[in-house]
């Protein structure tokens, strides 16, 4: 799958996510997906400590280092699972989210209004 074959949630060409620390189900800096990854990682994130906290306490530590993942600090981009997300969002801690990057398939799970609410940018008109 590649970027001119996924779709963001504006129905436009999927953008980068993050490269550094490089994200994504195919860990190539985007938030593509396929039926494999049953967690979903096509929300395009800026992490918070408050959700990094959050997702510590929910049994998956995104800040800790390990061999295969470098942990993620505030102000990271980050593809998410999108259950995860809704998790946050229920709880008042969801992170911001970077709409041009972030896969459609997400609207499977999140609504999009909940997502333009927590927008890096303004919505699109």
Known sequence: MTSSTSLNV??????ACCFEPKT???RDGYCHTDDDDTGVHTVCVV??????SFSKAAGNDLSTPNPWFPGL???DKW????????E???????????????HIRTLDIIKYNDLEKHSLYAAKS
């Open 10 to 15: 504006y129905e436009e060409p999927l953008q």
């Open 24 to 26: 994504g189900w195919y």
């Open 47 to 52: 992490v918070t400590e408050e959700f990094l």
């Open 73 to 75: 600090k505030p102000g």
């Open 79 to 86: 593809c998410l699972c999108a259950q995860r997300w809704q």
């Open 88 to 102: 946050a969002f229920e709880a008042g801690c969801a992170p911001k989210v970077f709409m041009d990057g972030t």
